[in-house]
């Protein structure tokens, strides 16, 4: 389980985030975080940006790309060993 930390609460609300889980998360000053309740709790994350989703549609299109050639690297194997196999109607 993770180490828990504790922060005071200010007067005016405010928290301060660890530096650890800063530099973890990569926040900095001035970045913009969401902050919403959910099941109960306080969850406090940064929010996905532009960037973060092409980079994530790119690794997984990179992922499919090498389950192709691995499929078709497959496929022909199998033709290899089974040989001509008739086609299905």
């Given at each position: 389980?993770?180490?828990v930390k504790k922060r005071r609460v200010g007067d005016r609300g405010?928290?301060?985030?660890p530096k650890e889980l800063r530099e973890e998360f990569d926040i900095?000053?001035?970045?913009?975080?969401?902050?919403?309740?959910e099941s109960g709790k306080i969850v406090i994350e940064k929010p996905i940006t532009r960037d973060d989703l092409a980079a994530g549609y790119r690794a997984r299109?990179?992922?499919?790309?090498?389950?192709?050639?691995e499929m078709d690297g497959v496929s022909q194997e199998a033709d290899e060993y089974l040989g001509d196999v008739p086609e299905w109607e």
């Open positions: 389980m993770d180490e405010q928290i301060t985030l900095g000053g001035g970045d913009e975080i969401e902050i919403r309740k299109a990179d992922q499919l790309r090498d389950l192709e050639e």
